[in-house]
């Protein structure tokens, strides 16, 4: 039965964290009881955007940084599709950066799992920006001098309706906060801590499992913005990674906001047209010969 | 032919642009034809500015040669007007600024002092004396103004110094202009206005777009038009949001356009790039202003010919068009939407500042009824392919979700799955077929049209709105004997393969266009036979083309 979502044999190097976003991904969709036919999957460019080619999906493989923005015309033209964005760290933190702002407070109903292994792994071991500061990676031959970003707090901030960290070692909660991301009326960001065993040194599967705190035993999800914050930034002071799903809220989307809750109208109404152009334009469109 | 131009000259702030709008729709109401040039800076308040309005019994989309009426509101320096002035030239200027030195007869008149008396501003008491002037009605104008201002007060002191204008007219005891007005109205609009329609008329559903000038208001026209037809427009962060988004849109079902400028172009090639690569149509409006990087933003210019014949990396097709009349923006637009579709590839439609943000008289629009994209079902079964081969027809999209049937649209080199391949052999077949369906335009252009001398040896290549200029400047030549042909140059990429036929036995070919460079020339020299004696003609001082310019250059034999 699962096989219906796979196109072929993943390969990512072994011990990539990457596998467990495509076993998790594939069993939230089973149980969810999707049909590959209504889910796209919108890809950047990176190591885990390399999904693709392994998940049996209807798929935009786009350019990079630019998943957001392809992902907002698909569901504004279609809402009925399941829009899936995957973006690696670079994708979305880098170049993509502003997208994920503009995309998270338009609240564009996208589920955008983005895979932060803390380094550009698909070029080979660069730093990435969530790379932390003072990291030696292997391809870069200085101490890194840059602070990283907080992708949680920059979603949060930017008006995202729901956020979530999870995390490749526990494949059966990640499963979860992708099923509840894909049922969110509303942009949601799931930032996935993963780990490249190939290129990043500085952070192993260990490390990240002895950092981690399951934010569910700490009443989140939260509705109130000032809690998830809070919660956060403690967690995060005391040198851990907050995992669970923190953030939930419904608001309009932006399909509501815009007025294509069922989608754009395909078809042409040339009497429609003829009308506005006389409206606005005082031009008589009706008169003339049609060619 | 009967013809006046006129120009009001001041401070941008002044309301000249409101003044040009009630004496253009003045002048359609009694059946004029006009076309409009605005000179403009920048700065919203206080930067030099002139509006030109050119008024005739015949069709004109051309600047005019002369100045007949030059209001001057303000205390400003008056610029561009050398040599088109005459002794019978009428200059007006406030009686409390300082008259210009022209030849001509000025008029000093007290426009500040009855604007303060009527409580309104100096260009309306302007546009009540050139409605004088030109013979038009008060009562045309005083409807046109009812028809622009709600506010109750704000119209009837415009009312008052509409009619004081009028009066002080009356009182210098000018003749009106004998202007053959009737009472059947002319349809007036900007370019802008069209290629919003067109986008309507091809079945556009969806826009996304950054705020940019000169291409705003295609922008602002569809936000409020596209919902009312079932569709919807976004004002995007950025243009790389704007052509991907269009990009997703169309990969989802719905015809898709964005419209930007130079700088906006520029941002966006990676998204066209990825338009040829994944062959989802997209139509990409590009208006032109002037000057690399921020340039002359408020400026008319050709400059971005080069940039959007070559607009990525790698073979990407597409199809470049350039509409050279106003008519053309309208059913040009309308092709793009086709044509995108039929060949699956980006088209960029490639337009004029003078046009687009102008005014022109339009007459015998032929309305387009394209039946719009038709959607593959599951039904197609097996023939169904993501990336089938060119069949010469306009295919059914396949858009998600279809029964049975995944789409896979990819940026990697793929198969006609989609799936993506790295081998050469792949690459090899698949980047022929996406150059292959380019073939058929070359052979059959979507617009293509010689003009004038069909067999004469002398040619003149134009691009965009410089076709009416050079039809103006040929149309005196031709008087004299001298035969010359014109092919203004609609399709620019592929170049149509009858530019080299229709040239084959020329000897002297004229490329008139409005950059620095010679993007034009460049573009289409190889294709023209290899002894011509070849001439560029070029203006790029940011304003188009006037019709005894390019007389000039086709008199001296160009300046080579």
């Known amino acids: 039965m699962i096989d219906i979502f796979e196109r072929s044999k993943p390969r990512w190097c072994p011990g990539c964290g990457d596998f467990s976003i495509y076993e998790a991904l594939k069993k939230a969709f089973l149980e969810l009881n999707l049909r590959p036919e209504e889910i796209v999957l919108v890809c950047g460019i990176g190591c885990a955007t390399f999904i693709w080619s392994y998940l049996n999906t209807n798929a935009l493989k786009g350019i990079h940084g630019r998943v957001l923005p392809a992902a907002t015309g698909v569901k504004l033209v279609n809402p009925r599709l399941k829009v899936i964005g995957i973006s690696g760290d670079g994708d979305a933190y880098s170049i993509g950066c502003s997208h994920l702002i503009h995309t998270a407070r338009r609240n564009v109903e996208i589920t955008y799992i983005v895979v932060d292994n803390g380094v550009f792994g698909n070029t080979r071991g660069q730093p990435s920006p969530t790379t932390p500061i003072y990291s030696h990676l292997k391809n870069y031959p200085r101490a890194w001098p840059e602070k990283p970003v907080n992708p949680l707090l920059l979603a949060l901030m930017s008006g995202a309706t729901f956020v979530a960290q999870g995390f490749v070692g526990d494949i059966d909660r990640l499963k979860e906060y992708f099923k509840e991301a894909i049922n969110h009326k509303g942009f949601s960001l799931i930032n996935v801590l993963s780990m490249c065993p190939t290129f990043n040194p500085v952070r192993t599967i260990r490390e990240l499992r002895e950092r981690i705190v399951y934010v569910e035993e700490l009443g989140a999800p939260f509705e109130n913005l000032k809690n998830a914050v809070e919660m956060i930034l403690s967690i995060q002071e005391d040198g851990k990674y907050p995992v669970g799903i923190i953030y939930r809220n419904r608001e309009p989307t932006y399909n509501e906001l815009v007025g294509v809750v069922k989608g754009v109208d395909l078809s042409i109404n040339h009497d429609r047209i003829a009308e506005i152009s006389e409206r606005e334009l005082r031009l008589r469109l009706l008169q003339k010969k049609y060619t | ?291 690399p990087s921020t340039g002359l933003p408020t400026a008319h210019e050709q400059g971005d010919i080069d940039l959007a014949t070559h607009p990525s990396h790698g073979d990407a097709p597409r199809i470049v068009l350039a509409p050279s009349t106003i008519e053309e923006y309208y059913s040009m637009t309308v092709d793009a939407f086709e044509l995108a579709d039929r060949y699956r590839c980006p088209v960029i439609l490639l337009l004029d500042h003078a046009y687009v943000m102008n005014y022109f008289t339009l007459e015998g629009l032929q309305v387009s009824k394209v039946p719009g994209r038709r959607l593959a079902s599951g039904s197609e079964g097996a023939t169904l392919q993501v990336y089938p081969n060119y069949s010469g027809s306009i295919d059914a999209f396949p858009a998600p979700p279809i029964r049975g049937f995944l789409v896979v649209a990819s940026s990697v080199e793929h198969d006609v799955r989609g799936l993506s391949m790295q081998d050469g052999r792949t690459h090899v077949e698949m980047s022929l077929k996406r150059m292959e369906k380019m073939k058929e335009l070359e052979d059959q252009p979507i617009s293509w049209e010689v003009l004038g001398d069909v067999d004469a040896v002398e040619a003149v290549i134009s691009i965009g709105s410089c076709r009416c200029a050079v039809e103006e400047a040929l149309y005196k030549i031709r008087k004299t004997g001298r035969k010359i042909m014109h092919i203004p140059l609609k399709q620019l990429w592929p170049l149509p393969k009858k530019l080299e036929e229709t040239l084959k036995d020329a000897e002297r070919i004229y490329v008139v266009e409005q950059n620095a460079s010679g993007q034009l020339m460049n573009l289409v020299s190889s294709k023209l036979p290899k002894r011509v004696e070849l001439k560029s003609v070029k203006k790029f001082d940011g304003m188009p083309f006037r019709p005894r310019e390019i007389h000039q250059e086709l008199m001296d034999g160009g300046i080579g």
């Open chain 2, 1 to 291: 032919m009967k013809e006046v131009s006129l120009r009001i000259d001041g401070l941008t702030g002044q309301g000249i642009e409101f003044a040009t709008e009630v004496i253009v729709e003045g002048c359609s109401l009694r059946g004029l034809n006009v076309c409009t040039f605005r000179w403009f800076p920048t700065i919203v308040r206080g930067g030099y500015t002139y509006s030109e309005i050119r008024i005739s019994d015949r069709k004109i989309q051309a600047r005019s040669d002369k100045i007949d009426i030059l209001t001057i509101l303000g205390e400003v320096e008056v610029m561009d007007a050398d040599g088109l002035l005459s002794e019978n030239s009428i200059v007006v200027v406030d009686e409390e600024n300082s008259a210009p030195r022209f030849n001509c007869r000025i008029l000093k008149l007290p426009l500040k002092k009855t604007s303060l008396e009527s409580k309104t501003r100096p260009n309306i008491i302007a546009v009540g004396f050139i409605s004088g002037l030109l013979g038009l009605r008060l009562e045309t104008i005083s409807k046109i103004l009812e028809r622009k201002i709600s506010r109750k007060d704000l119209l009837e002191s415009n009312l008052r110094g509409v009619e004081a204008g009028y009066r002080i007219f009356m009182d210098t005891g000018l003749e009106s202009y004998n202007l053959p007005c009737s009472d059947s109205p002319k349809n007036v609009l900007q370019g802008s206005d069209l290629v919003a329609l067109a986008a309507l008329s091809g079945g556009c559903k969806f826009y996304a777009g950054y705020p940019i000038t000169p291409s705003t208001g295609i922008m602002e026209r569809l936000v409020k038009w596209l919902p009312e037809v079932g569709g919807v427009a976004v004002q995007v962060e950025d243009e790389l949001s704007a052509v991907n988004m269009v990009i997703g849109a169309s990969y989802a079902g719905a015809r898709a356009m964005t419209a930007t400028s130079g700088p906006g172009l520029s941002l966006m090639v990676e998204g066209i790039g990825l338009s040829s690569m994944a062959e989802i149509p997209i139509v990409v409006v590009d208006v032109q202003r002037a000057g």
